[in-house]
Each structure stands twice: as structure tokens, then as C-alpha cells.
């Protein structure tokens, strides 16, 4: 007799329900699809959804499923005539009230899609598209916030009139870049003194003294720590406004993420135009504040066109009110050196810092206008390119509008909060306000252009290999091991159905790569497979009964599979993690393959060979 | 079916002077290879530009060249890919390589060969990044064969069998770079992943074999170690070729299959498991037999617990 225990048969039950369900969405084919969001990624409502749906409707387009996902609208054609006439339908009705994007989605079924379950999305090998890779200064932020800092030195120790015989910036403890302030103080400089005007200006920073040849010398160190934090906020805020970019493209998914210490990853699958989106997302944008002009009404500016004189009419992004400012500008984005949304007294609040020439600046401004409003305006500049006689031109287009206008409550200079807003709100203005300008603008330095057909002929030969590769796999199991090698063909089956579900949960990309890991997983589970088969035949010739060398065969096998296949894992695993692109993407698959395949294996394998044998009592031969 | 239908029992350890002095001699051609030839490395390390373009009809090679080399583009390197209507173009790296002309510069340039020439793929790669490329493969190298390396030190109790799985592994990868040295096979960064997962793969035959070993030594501490060696070696060899036979099924579908991209990657993974075959029972095991392996290396206490166990 062989037994298992139950709660072994049950949880490969419910591991491989589960596995079934993620799997289930990679299944369904793609269709020919809109994708509508708005512009400032507010989400789309069923409202809209019902709006877009009755315009197709009148216009006649048919459709096959409209929905809201993630935010956006989704509308699924039949075939590409559908969807072209649908994208002209909506432009043409709705005119730039949405980003639109022609592209391809999966005809997931709604209660799958409700489940929030998504088939793997496309590495842009298979779907083709734009991969562009950024590299950012990540010194010059270092560089920039130091200079800042010796800029509020120098004028603290001029304000309590110490005397300076020079300040620098130094390297120190074997830094290769600035990371200091060195201040050689004059010779009759009253050292408390120095230290007392420094101490607010220069919070933060390690400070020590020295008596040099010059003089008495302070010098203050940037903390590695502060150093650190400076590099990544200037790769994050890089990497929010490439993203905010990327979704003003009307790519379906744009991917923006971080790669190693200094780079940015952008991948923009369907983009084929190169020179524009490269344009687009290195543009630069730039903030003004500006005092709200409280004399006049923004109304009857906007009824009647008449602006008046030094004065610009816009209209608030957040309630769509007008609003009339001074064209006087008390600071700008690159004088903003942080914003961050947190909570606060009065509830949510950004709080933003501007270097010492904007805070003297804002300083004098704030104490003349107590209890009057001040606009934020966002500035951006990109190229539009328009037919005009059948020739391309492309033009310059400024767009300004207000992202934020609250009324001054106290008097503030370098540091001041923004309330009023809900957490939400106050998070995306932290990220507009840091996005304004990039402090360090990052620098492209290697792009891939993947063509669409080039992608559909990689997908196809990717799944052509892994069908024939696996069918070829399941028939000579078939043969070699009888019974035992369907008990196999079911276990390896499973093992890519594991594999699928894993990747999908973890949203991991696949790429032509990952189909080759796949692929080999399928050998790795083989082997498993055969150790233990080669192992019950082995106990068979030695005499034993049947049931007993299969126990023994699972039992002798587990140290060599096991042993096995961590020293595979540890290869798997070191590629993933030193890996990138492609070379990850291929590690991630082998090793959760490897994991995957020695659970199927071990566990999966041996529940179904102890249910076919296991309550035999009589068991003349095995087919193996 | 069976490949053996009875145990084997070929005498592997007798004839390892002879196996070592072949693969000696590969070793030294493939590094000989690698030192004069070189690898032809793909831009992905020495950055440049490399464009896939399709024509619909066959194309002349030595007619692309000449309209590149008119368009101004030097040293650029053009070959096949897969058929006679896709062409590679490499480019080495420019001053200028991320200018917006370059698609359009090419496209007009093999516009002159062939007027329904289209460029389906570009990658810039800026020398910088292949230079980090290259030091981080070396450093997933290193790490991989250190880790390897104290794990079977851990739980095999010698470094023995540690030194013949490493020996084992690094001779894989060395004749895969030969070949690929030989044949002028471009080197790109799925033919590193596939190097490998050739490590991976030759380890897992090294690993199954010592896995045998152990066993037999742990039944007959008495018996000559060469003797265990060969037993072992022998009662796995219907897996290992079984495992390989099935595993270049797959790869070779790869090969045939999976297009110019994965040409590169299946080539190096092919020739990996057909000498990892050849390593694991011929040098992993010899070595460690060479280094003086016996059973007290693997179960060190046992004599000892035999000792403390007398009354």
C-alpha cells in the first residue's frame, strides 16, 4: 500500500485552481482596441463611459465591449476598420477631451477582468514599440545642493557681519566630487559668532573647526546619508516627470522605472515615432508664482476679454474657475528645491522649500500680501508637428496653466506649506511642482526601436518553438516511460501552467527571452521527472515489489533533485540579480521555474502516482 | 523503451589520463581561439548602433555596404539574419548616435538598394553602458562559481568534489566561447544568460553523479574509490542521457524555431549541454578522485564515531 496525506492531495488542489484562474487570462486573443484617459490622469468615470458608448451607437460603429479599467476607458472592435472609424468618431465628438490610444487588448471575460486578473503584458521585443534608456547626473544634484548651501553661508555671515577670507568647496574623506564648505573666517572673526550665523543655514551638515596658516578655518560636511537621499531625489523626481510624460503619449502602458544607481528605464510599446516622443519627454518645463491681481475680476476679464494691463487671464486646472495674475514673477521652478505632500495640522499639505534667492524673494512678497491668493502656474514647452501643403512643419507650443491658487496666511521665505487640498490632491501637486523642471535633466544614452512586425514574427516564432518543443517533449515521454510518462505529461503541463500564473501575478513582462526560459524550465522539469523514473526501474531490477520501488524511487531521487537544482538556482538567481533586460527577464523565468518545477515534480508527481497505485493491493508489474 | 536495459558497467576512471589530456588540448584551443580570433561582441558591450532591416527580395550584401559607406557611416558591419531578405547592420559607436537622422540616414541609404527596404529594429547603445555590461557579467560569473562552489563544499563535506564541479564548470563555458570565437557567432547578451545557464545546467549533471557517489560510499565504505566512482557514474547513466536527450529536443526546436534573435542564445546552450555531459563524467568525478577523494572526506565522523562508540 501507498499512501499520501490528504492535506498533500488538497493543497496541490487548490495551488493548481489557483494557478488555473491567473493563468486563465493569457488564453484569450488580442483585439483590435481604444484606450481613452485624460490628460491629468484623473479617472475616467462610467458617466463618460455611457457618453462614449451612445456616440458609437449613433455614428453606427459597432463594438464588441466598452469598459472601464484602471482609470481608463477601454472600448474592443471586431477589426481594425471598427476601430479606426470608433478613434474618429471619438476625436471627433469629444474633441481633445481625452488621450486616446489606438492599441491591442485581451478579450478577457468581465468576471475575470473583475477579479482584477491580467494576462502578462508584452516585453516590446514581441509587441514592438520604443525602449529608451536614460542616464542621470546624479553629481550635479550633489553639486547643486551644495552650491546652495555656501549661497545662505555666505549671506548669513555677511547679514551678523563676520568677516570672510574665502570660502570653497572641498572633497573630503575620500570623495571624489565636493562635499564640503570650507569657510576660512577673517582675522578678526569671532568664532561663536560665525558658528551661531551658520547654524540655521547650515542644519544638517557636520561641522568642524581648525586653525590653518590662513586662519580659523570651519568646514561642514554633507552626511553620506544627506548625499544619498540628494541622488535619489533627483532620480525620482526624473523618474515622475518622464512617467507623467510617457502617459501624455497615449502609449496603452508605458513603463518607467529605475535601473541600477543612475538610469532610466522607458518603455513605450506601439510607439514607432522616435524623434517626436524623444522630444516630447526631454522637454523642459518650468513654474512661476504669481501674485493673484485681487483688484479686478477674473469674471468679467473672461466675459469680456478685456485683461488688464500687467496682468494674464487663466483658468484654474483644479475647479475650472479664471483667474487673473500679475505678470510679475516672485519665484520660479528652478528655484524650487523640494516638495513633498504630508499631513498636517490642517490637513493635507505640500510642503515646498525654494533656494535663499526665491525665499528672500517670497519673503518680501508674502509680508506686503497677507491674506491674498498667489497662482502657481505650470509652463511647458514641446513641438507640434502639423501638415501644412503636404509638407511636415514643426513648431514650438507653450502651454501655461494654473495648477494651484491658495491665499497667503502668514508670512513665510524659503519654506512654506500649500493647504486646503485633499491628500490626493496635495500628493499630485507635490509631484506637478517637483515635475515642473527637471534639477537634473537626464540624458538619453542607448534606445532600441523594435518595428511591429518585427515583434509579431518574434512572438510567433517564440510560440511555434515552445509548442513543438513541448509536444515533442510530451510524445517521447510517452513512449519512454508508458503510464509514468503521462503521469509526466500531466505534471510538466501543470508546471508551465504554475510558471504562467506566477509570472502573471507578479506582472513580470514577457519577453522572447522569457519564452526561451520557459522553454528550458520544461527540460528542468523533465529531469526531475526522469531521476525519479530511472530510480523506480533501478529498485524494479533489483527485485523489489512494485509499490515499493516506488516509494523508494521518489525517496532516493528527492536529495538529488534537490541538490540539483538549488545549484541551478543559485545561477538563476545571480542573473537576476545582476541582470538586465533581457538577461533578467530570462532569470526571473528560470528560476521560478526551477521553484515551480520541483513542486509539480516532487509533489505533484507522486499524488498522482499514489492515487493510480496506491490503493492496489495486488500490483503485478508497473508500466514505466 | 529503454536506452540500456541492463545496468552498465563501463570502466569511466581507467581511461581519465586519456580524457584529461583531450580536454586539456580543446581547453587550450578554445582559449588560443579566444586570444587571437576574439569574440565578435555584439554592440550590447561595445556600444554602437545595430539595425535589423528587411527587404523584399533577396539583398546584395556587398551593394548595402557601398551605399552605407557612401551615406558616410564607417567600419559598419553587415551580415544575414536567418534569411537572405533580413539584413544586420552594425555601426560602431558615434559622437552623435542618438541624433534622430540616423533612422532615416540608413533608411534612405538602403532605400538605393532596394526601394521597399525597411528598417525594422534600431539600437543605440552608448559605450558607457556596454562597459558597465561587461563588468557586470564578469562580477554574475565570479559570483555564480563562489556560491557554487561553497555550496557543494556544505553538503558534500569536501572540497574535493567542490574543486571538480567548479573544474567541470569552468570547461564548459570555455569551450562555448571557443566555438563561439571559431565561428565569429555574434556575442550578445542572451548568449551571456545562456553561458550561463550552461554552468547551471552542467552542475546539475556534476551534482546528480556526486549525489550517487555519496550513496554508494555511504554503502561500502571498504570498496577502492574508483570502483564507487565508476558505479555511480554507471547507475546514472541512463538519466544523464535520457535528461540530455530530452533537454536538446527543446533546444533544438530553439534553434530551428525561435528566429535570429535566439540563434545566438540556443547555439551556446546546445554545445553547453552536450560538453557538460562530457565534463560531468569525465572531469568532475576524475578530479576529485585525482585530489585523493575517499569515504572518509564525505563522512568524516564515521571513523571517529566508530572510535567513541568501542567501550
Same mark, same amino acid.
Do not use: K, P
Given at each position: 500500500m501507498l499512501e499520501y496525506a490528504r492535506w498533500k492531495y488538497i493543497l496541490i488542489a487548490v495551488v493548481l485552481a489557483v494557478a488555473v484562474l491567473f493563468a486563465l487570462p493569457n488564453v484569450f486573443a488580442e483585439a483590435p482596441a481604444l484606450q481613452l484617459a485624460h490628460a491629468d490622469h484623473s479617472a475616467v468615470t462610467t458617466a463618460e463611459l455611457h457618453a462614449v458608448t451612445a456616440v458609437l451607437q449613433q455614428d453606427k460603429v459597432a463594438y464588441t465591449n466598452a469598459y472601464v479599467q484602471n482609470g481608463r476607458l477601454v472600448v474592443l472592435f471586431a477589426n481594425v476598420p471598427d476601430q479606426l472609424r470608433g478613434s474618429d468618431a471619438v476625436d471627433g465628438k469629444f474633441q481633445k477631451k481625452y488621450i486616446s490610444a489606438k492599441t491591442l487588448m485581451p478579450q478577457t471575460p468581465t468576471w475575470l477582468r473583475d477579479l482584477g486578473l491580467k494576462p502578462m503584458p508584452l516585453g516590446l521585443d514581441l509587441s514592438g514599440g520604443l525602449d529608451l534608456l536614460y542616464q542621470v547626473d546624479i553629481k550635479s544634484a550633489v553639486r547643486q545642493i551644495l552650491q546652495t548651501y555656501t549661497q545662505d553661508a555666505t549671506r548669513a555671515l555677511a547679514e551678523a557681519h563676520v568677516p570672510v577670507a574665502g570660502i570653497t568647496n572641498v572633497a573630503t +574623506? +575620500?570623495? !571624489?566630487?565636493p562635499n564640503a564648505i570650507q569657510i576660512t573666517l577673517g582675522p578678526q572673526a569671532d568664532l561663536a559668532a560665525a558658528q551661531r550665523a551658520l547654524a540655521n543655514p547650515l542644519n544638517g551638515l557636520t561641522m568642524t573647526t581648525s586653525t590653518q596658516s590662513g586662519g580659523l578655518v570651519i568646514r561642514a560636511t554633507m552626511p553620506e546619508a544627506t548625499i544619498r537621499q540628494r541622488e535619489n531625489y533627483a532620480i525620482e523626481q526624473d523618474i515622475s516627470i518622464l512617467r507623467n510624460r510617457a502617459n501624455q503619449l497615449g502609449v496603452s502602458e508605458p513603463i518607467v522605472q529605475r535601473q541600477g544607481n543612475d538610469r532610466i528605464d522607458v518603455q513605450l510599446p +506601439? %510607439?514607432? #515615432?522616435m524623434a517626436e516622443v524623444k522630444h516630447l519627454l526631454g522637454q523642459t518645463a518650468t513654474l512661476e508664482f504669481h501674485l493673484n491681481d485681487t483688484e479686478n475680476s477674473a469674471y468679467t476679464a473672461q466675459q469680456t476679454g478685456n485683461v488688464p494691463l500687467g496682468d494674464k487671464l487663466y483658468t484654474?486646472?483644479? #475647479? +475650472?474657475e479664471p483667474v487673473l495674475l500679475k505678470?510679475?514673477? %516672485?519665484? !520660479?521652478g528652478e528655484q524650487l528645491t523640494n516638495a513633498s505632500a504630508s499631513e498636517g495640522a490642517q490637513g493635507p499639505q505640500v510642503n515646498v522649500t525654494l533656494d535663499s534667492r526665491a525665499g528672500e524673494n517670497m519673503l518680501r512678497t508674502t509680508k506686503a500680501n497677507v491674506g491674498k491668493p498667489m497662482g502657481v502656474v505650470l509652463i511647458t514647452k514641446h513641438s507640434v508637428t502639423t501638415k501644412m501643403d503636404g509638407k511636415e512643419q514643426t513648431r514650438e507650443v507653450t502651454t501655461e496653466k494654473v495648477i494651484n491658487d491658495a491665499v497667503i496666511d502668514g508670512v513665510f521665505a524659503d519654506r512654506f506649506q500649500i493647504t486646503g487640498l485633499t491628500l490626493g490632491e496635495a500628493q499630485d501637486l507635490a509631484i506637478l511642482l517637483r515635475s515642473g523642471s527637471f534639477v537634473t535633466p537626464p540624458v538619453l544614452v542607448s534606445q532600441n526601436l523594435i518595428g511591429p512586425s518585427l515583434g509579431a514574427a518574434n512572438i510567433r516564432m517564440g510560440v511555434m518553438a515552445l509548442v513543438i518543443g513541448m509536444a515533442s517533449v510530451l510524445v517521447f515521454m510517452a513512449i519512454y516511460y508508458k503510464v509514468f510518462g503521462l503521469v509526466a505529461d500531466a505534471v510538466l503541463i501543470a508546471n508551465v501552467v504554475l510558471l504562467t500564473a506566477l509570472l502573471s501575478m507578479m506582472h513580470a513582462s514577457l519577453s522572447l527571452p522569457g519564452i526561451a526560459g520557459i522553454i528550458l524550465t520544461v527540460g528542468i522539469a523533465v529531469d526531475a521527472n526522469v531521476l525519479i523514473y530511472e530510480r523506480v526501474r533501478e529498485e524494479l531490477r533489483k527485485g523489489v515489489s512494485p509499490q515499493a520501488a516506488i516509494r523508494a524511487g521518489f525517496e532516493k531521487a528527492f536529495s538529488a533533485i534537490a541538490d540539483s537544482n538549488v545549484t541551478t538556482g543559485i545561477a538563476g538567481l545571480v542573473l537576476w540579480i545582476f541582470g538586465t533586460g533581457a538577461i533578467r527577464g530570462f532569470a526571473i523565468v528560470l528560476t521560478l521555474g526551477i521553484a515551480t518545477s520541483m513542486f509539480t515534480s516532487l509533489m505533484g508527481s507522486r499524488a498522482l502516482v499514489t492515487l493510480m497505485y496506491g490503493g492496489r493491493r495486488k500490483l503485478a508489474r508497473l508500466h514505466i | 523503451m529503454e536506452f540500456f536495459s541492463h545496468q552498465t558497467n563501463f570502466q569511466?576512471? &581507467?581511461t581519465r589520463k586519456v580524457w584529461f589530456g583531450l580536454s586539456i588540448v580543446l581547453m587550450i584551443a578554445a582559449l588560443a581561439l579566444l586570444v587571437t580570433r576574439g569574440l565578435n561582441l555584439a554592440t550590447d558591450f561595445t556600444g554602437g548602433v545595430t539595425v535589423q532591416a528587411s527587404f523584399p527580395a533577396a539583398a546584395d550584401l556587398g551593394a548595402v555596404r557601398t551605399q552605407i559607406a557612401a551615406e558616410g557611416f564607417r567600419d559598419a558591419v553587415v551580415e544575414y539574419v536567418g534569411s537572405a531578405r533580413a539584413v544586420a547592420i552594425r555601426l560602431p559607436p558615434e559622437r552623435d548616435q542618438t541624433s534622430s537622422q540616423l533612422r532615416s540616414r540608413l533608411e534612405s541609404a538602403l532605400r538605393k538598394v532596394n526601394s521597399g527596404a525597411t528598417v525594422q529594429s534600431l539600437s543605440v547603445v552608448g559605450p558607457q553602458v556596454g562597459a558597465e555590461l561587461k563588468k557586470s557579467a564578469a562580477w554574475a560569473l565570479a559570483f555564480t562559481l563562489l556560491f557554487i562552489f561553497l555550496y557543494i563544499a556544505w553538503r558534500f563535506h569536501t572540497w574535493r568534489l567542490s574543486l571538480g564541479a567548479i573544474l567541470a564548470v569552468l570547461h564548459d563555458p570555455i569551450l562555448v566561447l571557443g566555438f563561439f570565437a571559431l565561428t565569429q557567432i555574434s556575442f550578445d547578451l542572451p548568449v551571456v544568460a545562456a553561458v550561463l545557464a550552461v554552468i547551471g545546467y552542467s552542475l546539475n549533471d556534476t551534482v546528480v553523479v556526486f549525489d550517487r557517489i555519496r550513496e554508494r560510499f555511504e554503502g561500502n565504505?571498504?570498496? &577502492?574509490p574508483n570502483v564507487v566512482l565508476d558505479q555511480a557514474i554507471n547507475q546514472t547513466l541512463s538519466r544523464t542521457i535520457m535528461t540530455k536527450v530530452v533537454t536538446s529536443i527543446v533546444v533544438v526546436a530553439l534553434l530551428v524555431l525561435g528566429g535570429p534573435v535566439l540563434r545566438g542564445f540556443s547555439a551556446a546552450l546546445l554545445i553547453g549541454i552536450l560538453a557538460g555531459t562530457y565534463s560531468s563524467i569525465y572531469i568532475s568525478s576524475a578530479i576529485a578522485l585525482e585530489c585523493g577523494l575517499t569515504a572518509e572526506h564525505i563522512f568524516p565522523s564515521a571513523r571517529k564515531a566508530a572510535v567513541d562508540s568501542l567501550p
Open positions: +574623506g +575620500g570623495s !571624489t566630487v +506601439g %510607439i514607432q #515615432n484654474d486646472t483644479w #475647479n +475650472g505678470r510679475e514673477v %516672485i519665484a !520660479t | 569511466f576512471m &581507467a565504505r571498504r570498496l &577502492a
